[in-house]
């Protein structure tokens, strides 16, 4: 793509109709939600995911058994999700990376200096990004995430699914009268 990248994420929903109770019955109402969510069933380890291509700042982390929308982040890059792994220790170590980085910027007269370096940041996290997965492809599959350097990889499945958005109209109403 020719254009620059936007810094607004691109909002992609999802919706379902629901049937109201009675007396109500005839009447329906639009639920919307993300068309995306982001799930780590990983028992101790983070997850970050991020458009594939993206800058690795615009990254979203997650915790074990954490969910989260997702949406995004650029329109000149393919719609495709990269993700790594981090360990509490990697992410600490991420953020005292960015944090230098950010400090010797600052201590800096000269704008060129501003920029963080991407090559320091990236060694801050042993492990690189896998490869785009389709959002879109309904299935359950494998993907490899390299560490820096060569050495052990870890092999991930991947589950993308389609989710049904369901709901009562009455919801709020069902919890105040179990209150009474």
Known sequence: GG???RS???YELAYGLALCPAPWGRTRVLLVGDRFTVLNRSAKLLLQVKQSGDKDEQALTLEPGQAQPWHWRATDLAELLAFRFLSPADLKRLAEARTAQADAAAASESDDDLAPDPRALA???PWQWSGGVDCTQIGT????VRRRGGGPYRTARVHVSSVAIEGKADDKEEEEEEEE
């Open 123 to 125: 060694l801050a996290c």
């Open 3 to 5: 254009g620059a990248a």
């Open 141 to 144: 599959f494998s993907a490899s």
């Open 8 to 10: 607004v994420p691109i």
